[in-house]
């Protein structure tokens, strides 16, 4: 599933490409994943501008100019792909962001003004386009739980360690997994993050002093940011808006390096399971502390 930073990659290009497009048609092949009535396409959406583009967590959120908005969710397999005079494609790492469209996986076509583009591919079709007004995107169950984004300059330390102490009980890495907790953090960057701050992934929420807390915020923000510079962490068919590929795996520390050695102290980086997922830690950096 595409994290927090591809999300991110994804809105900057919309933002670059679609601003002030004009939407004149859209066709679709699976009403589950679009779920819209077709007064609700005609009298909202044809003939619309695209405002801007922004990211909740790991939706995508286009804004047009009847006041109604695209709430976007790639889930496990989602594109976003734009054809234009520039190519841009990112979400799911398949050849679909590089070859002919539409093909088996598109599902929505959006058409703009220019003959432009935007191609809503799911090869598992758990994704989700959403077409509402702005004030209901709240009001979805999922934005209503969804936790802090630690991007956000609003959310601090202290309701940080207050939220991951709420589940003290809970294994740090799960917490952190957990988007009611916090927004975003995928398998990945939650090794990554953990790595950074030197925490082992299998230690109690609770048992983490407010100075490991205070530096695991600051590894998430710091590693969010390096792969956003980075275009994300897919590994292969990736193409952002100016047509290069996300590189940030390239760079990463732990993260599918089994076998390796740690960067940081030389010992040799493992890969084990915590709560049913797939982990890879160094174990002289990252001692339990419970």
Known sequence: ???????????????????????????????????????????????????????????????????YCLVIHLKMTGQLVYRGKTQFGAGHPSDSLIGPLPDRSTRV???????????????????????MPEFEVENLDFMKKLGPDPLNDSFGASEFRTRIRRRKNSRIKSTILDQTVIAGVGNIYADESLWMSRINPNSLSGSLSDSKLNLLLESIREVFKKSIALGGSTARNYVDAEGNRGSYLKFANVYNRGGQACPRCGNEIVKIKVTGRGTHICTKCQRKTS
């Not at 900057?12 to 601003?19: A, D, E, F, I």
């Not at 076509?109 to 077409?131: A, C, E, M, P, V």
Request: proline share 4%; charged share 30%.
């Open 1 to 67: 599933m595409p994290e927090l930073p591809e999300v991110e990659t994804v809105k900057n290009g919309l933002n670059k490409l679609l601003k002030n497009k004009l939407v004149t048609d859209v066709t679709f092949d699976w009403p589950k994943g679009f779920p819209n009535s077709q007064g609700d396409i005609n009298n909202f959406l044809k003939k619309s501008k695209i405002i801007k583009t922004e990211r909740r967590g790991k939706a995508l959120i286009i804004y047009l100019s009847s006041d």
């Open 109 to 131: 076509i959006f058409t703009f003004d220019d003959d432009s583009k935007l191609y809503f591919n799911d090869q598992r079709k758990f994704g989700w386009i959403r077409l």
